[in-house]
């Protein structure tokens, strides 16, 4: 055990020594906002520019021109072939072509342009149309439009989760927390996403660094002293504790700057549901952000910050071993691309099954793609936000715990005998040899 230490002292100690790391652990927290409030304000600004376009119209359903979406519908009496050659010379950007139409069955309706346009674009054509058809349909039927508008009712449904713990110290009958959906939806992808991104990036240092020691030899001398599994596992520590130091010091970072934001914003952070209005009139991205805090004020922060922290490290180790054991297995990065394209998949395929399990978190699949050890970590952080049971969590935690130790073995095996091997051509077979190996 004291060499496993000193191994991952001397991993650790490396890495975190780094100027790289030290910047990349203070800017990242501010790039994110930073780039956020970027892109609201170039947003905010932003002045598109005026844009023709030609309305050739064989049903006089848009008497005059007209502007919309800062573009410009000129009523144009030319054919397409007529104006083919200012489109492609930008002299106007398009032309919409609305040819005799029956207003109850209205089709081949065209947009002509020289590049493909953008989608708000159409959306507006369409609903320019759409709403003048509509006009029709209301003269010809010999409907009224002030009966018309009564019929329309818009629904906003507020969503709630029954909380049986705050029933039973509660005199309420049922106690209830307010919910959010598309924050669930939204938080759930993005701790997904999060640990998608640091077992990546951490595996690839775990890989990285072992083919740097045995490419440079400078493994041979260590094993002298040392036995490769404790290598291994000195390694795996080691960059495992790197990146929970950086996570951890995201966290106070991340934490700080929300208790700064929301001070700004006039927004008490141990109370986010009580909105403090101040004296003078607030602006409306002032509000849009109270309104983010108050989403955020029904999560259990603490508690998915510990979940998010065991499910990555679970991952991290999982499929660091993995590449511990490519990275001992192979003589370059080239031929490590084979080995890490397999165990890779799983992870790819969590982001790919995320959607699944973002619109049906309670569905089967979802359940057991967040049971799956190769999949949890990701999976059952986007099942997270919508609440799960304790007794899923405990069971898809314990696999996960079961499947570290195994790999850990696993990798283990086929390390002691890579990490001294070099020049020969690997394969699966080669590397099963390896595993079943006794006595090395």
Do not use: C
């Amino acid at each position: 055990m004291d060499k496993i230490w000193i191994i991952l002292e001397r991993e650790y100690l490396q890495r975190v020594k780094k100027k790289s790391f030290i910047l990349s652990t203070i800017l990242t927290p501010l790039i994110f906002p930073l780039f956020i409030a970027i892109t609201v304000f170039v947003l905010s600004t932003e002045e598109s520019e005026e844009r023709i376009i030609l309305l050739l119209d064989q049903n006089n359903f848009i008497e005059d021109s007209l502007e919309f979406q800062n573009n410009v519908l000129i009523k144009s009496y030319k054919e397409i072939s007529d104006i083919q050659y200012q489109i492609e010379n930008g002299q106007i950007y398009g032309a919409l072509e609305i040819p005799k139409l029956n207003i109850y069955d209205p089709k081949d309706l065209k947009f002509y342009s020289k590049n493909v346009p953008g989608g708000d674009l159409i959306s507006g054509l369409e609903s320019l149309v759409e709403s003048r058809i509509r006009d029709l349909k209301i003269q010809d039927l010999n409907l009224n439009e002030e009966s018309l508008k009564k019929l329309k009712t818009r629904i906003f449904m507020e969503t709630y989760t029954i909380d049986l713990d705050l029933t039973e110290d509660s005199d309420e009958e049922v106690a209830v927390k307010q919910s959010n959906s598309d924050l669930a939806f939204g938080l759930g992808y993005f701790n997904g996403f999060l640990i998608y991104m640091f077992v990546f990036i951490y595996g690839s240092f775990i890989l990285q660094s072992v083919l740097d020691e045995k490419t440079s030899k400078v493994v041979e001398v260590i094993v002298s002293s040392i036995k490769p599994i404790q290598l291994m596992m000195g390694k795996v520590l080691g960059v495992g504790a790197v990146a929970f130091t950086q996570i951890f010091i995201w966290i106070i970072l991340v934490t700080s700057i929300s208790t700064l934001t929301s001070m700004y914003f006039g927004i008490n952070s141990y109370e986010t549901t009580q909105i403090i209005q101040s004296e003078e009139e607030i602006s409306n991205s002032k509000e849009i952000v109270k309104g983010i805090y108050e989403m955020f004020g029904t999560i259990d922060i603490k508690k998915t910050i510990l979940i998010f922290l065991i499910y990555f490290l679970g991952g991290f180790f999982l499929y660091g071993s993995f590449f511990a054991a490519i990275g001992s297995a192979v003589d370059n990065l080239q031929d490590a691309s084979q080995f890490t394209l397999p165990i890779s998949l799983p992870i790819i395929a969590s982001l790919m099954f995320m959607g699944i399990v973002l619109n049906n978190p309670e569905g089967n699949a979802s359940i057991f793609l967040s049971m799956f050890p190769l999949t949890s970590p990701i999976l059952m952080m986007a099942r997270l936000s919508f609440g799960v049971p304790d007794w899923h969590l405990f069971i898809s935690i314990l696999i996960l715990i079961i499947s570290v130790v195994f790999a850990l073995w696993f990798a283990g095996r086929i390390y002691r005998v890579g990490i001294l091997t070099s020049g020969s051509k690997i394969s699966y077979k080669l590397l099963w040899k390896w595993f079943i190996m006794k006595n090395y």
